[in-house]
């Protein structure tokens, strides 16, 4: 029954901010163009590449439970990625600049494939092994390449039921075993002599690096690739056949901090190319979610064969406008209504009326955020949090919960970038009470004062700032203002931090407005005022301005 008295209680949310802790996802779930997108058979896009809180894991969550049964879900345990990324092995060959990508590509069609059968023909036991190899030998017996290629999966014999974790191991050892073999072989050295001189740079015994590196490289080279690439065949023509038997594979948090950075960017580079390949199974679709940060230090130019054009058209963006976001609100504040027991038609019934002298509260709160779901849930849930037994919030509801809000902002902005950039909240901290807006010479300033971070001795950024201001140490009376700073403006502008405008009273504009804008020397040459982003005010307690000084739009853009 609806609560009479309309009252908020302690305990109102718009659900959680992650999607593994978020009550309402399955019922409130907002169905966007991206979703389509996600679930389209037809729509190529199959990359989910976005900020943290951009909805990633929500959509493919909700695609598991629009389809059960049709999807699998493989993680980074699963394949046991951290497993391969410390091997000392793997690390000394990454140290010869051996090139481990037809090792990488054939380990991750091995897993997808063998995931496939077992999804398809539920092969848990040794008999339903027997019983699936039988009936598929038998379907493809007049075609002997295909009957070829099903040989290497006896190749697994027992392995092949067992957890995908085992049978990556299994793989992985036997690689390792076959360059232990071949240095003792060689060198007459042990495998631990090989571990001790791991990325060090020197020789072992008479033999060159360069020669190492080669006999290594032969070892990669000799995969199974070729019957593997065949066995893709089978999976289309004789497995995944029809489209009853359409599947989704979703890949997701491949964003872990792990030990070598390098090797995990080659792994995931190379997912990148095996789901390419993959694109000729008609019914199968592989959906990879990849944080913005992760992808832009994917070396694509590195060993790709000039498919960089082709990964990045299959590239979904996962961007929100403010109308997806405010109807994904409506339908997460209907459902939190009915289940208190209030009757809400949209989350604009909990914000105070608009007016001419405060505005729009909802486009107030959208202003704060990087129009993402997670910004705008979090907001909201700040502000019930603070205050209940209300009917609806007032300004000064909003007002209050901004502050929390915004601290929390600054410590997820620092949580999301610090794997890419190291003590990048030291950075932030230079524009801490700094006034609106600022013109080139104070923002001049202001970027000099981070790049003197150089000399802390506890600053953990010296590759990255020292990389990005090498303009600056290098500095000629040639080089203009855009040559020096336009480096630290890119990056504070991507990660949303910093907008650009081309002068006092013009429209500000954010990286979530448009992607890449601070990438042209040209474009930045032309802005005269900078301003941070309004969800950062608080927590570093910058002079709140009218929003009329600095323009910002009636209607938060799309």
């Known amino acids: 029954m609806p609560n009479k008295s309309r009252r908020i209680r302690s305990n109102f949310n718009l659900g959680g901010e992650q999607a593994e802790a978020d009550p309402l996802l399955e019922l409130a779930f907002y169905e966007t163009g991206d979703y389509s997108a996600i679930t389209s058979k037809l729509d190529p896009r199959c990359f989910l590449i976005g900020r943290t809180g951009s909805g990633k894991s929500a959509a493919l969550q909700h695609l598991e439970d629009a389809y059960p049964g049709k999807v699998i879900r493989i993680t980074p345990e699963d394949l046991s990625l951290p497993y391969i990324v410390d091997l000392q092995v793997m690390r000394h060959l990454d140290s010869l600049d051996v090139n481990l990508d037809l090792l990488f590509i054939a380990l991750w069609k091995h897993v997808l494939l063998v995931e496939l059968i077992r999804h398809r ?55 390792e075993q076959r360059i232990d073999a071949a240095t003792k072989a060689n060198l007459s050295v042990s495998k631990s002599s090989l ?8 020789t072992v015994a008479n033999e060159s690096r360069g020669e190492q590196a080669d006999r290594f490289q032969r070892i990669v080279n000799d995969t199974q690739l070729p019957r593997l690439n065949k066995m893709l065949n089978v999976l289309d023509e004789d497995i995944l056949d029809s489209p009853q038997h359409q599947t989704w594979v979703v890949i997701d948090d491949l964003d872990r901090d792990w030990v070598d950075e390098r090797i995990t960017n080659d792994l995931i580079r190379c997912l990148f190319r095996t789901v390419l390949d993959l694109k000729r199974v008609r019914h199968l679709k592989v959906l990879v979610a990849l944080r913005t940060n992760i992808f832009r230090e994917l070396d694509f130019g590195r ?3 000039g498919q960089e054009e082709k990964f990045r058209s299959l590239v979904l963006q996962m961007r929100w406008g403010s109308q997806d ?10 459902i939190a209504g009915k289940n208190a027991g209030l009757s809400i038609s949209g989350v604009r019934d909990l914000l105070p009326t608009p007016n001419k002298t405060r505005g729009d509260a909802l486009h107030y709160i959208f202003c704060r955020t990087l129009m993402r779901p ?4 979090s907001f909201f849930n700040e502000c019930f949090a603070l205050t209940f037994g209300k009917e609806k919030l007032s300004w000064n509801d909003v007002h209050l919960a901004e502050r929390a809000y915004s601290e929390k902002r600054l410590l997820a902005l620092r949580d999301e970038w610090k794997p890419t950039y190291p003590d990048i909240q030291k950075a932030l901290a230079v524009f801490k009470q700094v006034d609106l807006p600022l013109d080139n010479t104070r923002l001049a300033e202001l970027l000099d004062e ?29 080089l203009s203002w855009t040559d020096l700073y336009q480096p630290l403006v890119k990056l504070f502008y991507d990660i949303g931090f910093i907008g650009l405008a081309k002068g006092p009273g ?28 309004p969800a950062y005010h608080y927590a570093l307690a910058i002079k709140k301005h009218d929003q009329s000084e600095w323009n910002v739009p009636t209607k938060p853009r799309r």
């Open 121 to 175: 023909y539920k092969v848990d036991t040794p008999a339903a092994k027997q019983n699936f190899l039988s009936n598929l030998r038998e379907k493809i017996k007049r075609d002997p390449g295909k009957r070829a290629a099903l040989e290497y999966l006896d190749e697994f014999g027992e392995k092949f039921w067992c957890e995908t974790d085992e049978r990556v191991r299994e793989i992985t050892q036997k690689f």
């Open 195 to 202: 571990e001790a001189n791991a990325g060090t740079g020197t």
């Open 303 to 305: 060993r790709t064969g």
């Open 325 to 334: 976001l405010e109807e994904m609100l409506d339908e997460r504040a209907r």
């Open 374 to 377: 997670r910004d705008s849930i």
């Open 450 to 478: 981070v790049m003197i971070l150089l000399a802390d001795r506890d600053f953990e950024g010296v590759r990255w700032l020292t990389a990005l201001s090498e303009a600056m140490w290098g500095a000629s009376e040639t």
């Open 506 to 533: 013009e429209t500000v504009t954010f990286s979530h407005d448009v992607p890449g804008l601070a990438d042209s020397l040209q474009s930045i040459s032309e802005i005269k005022s900078f301003y941070i982003h």
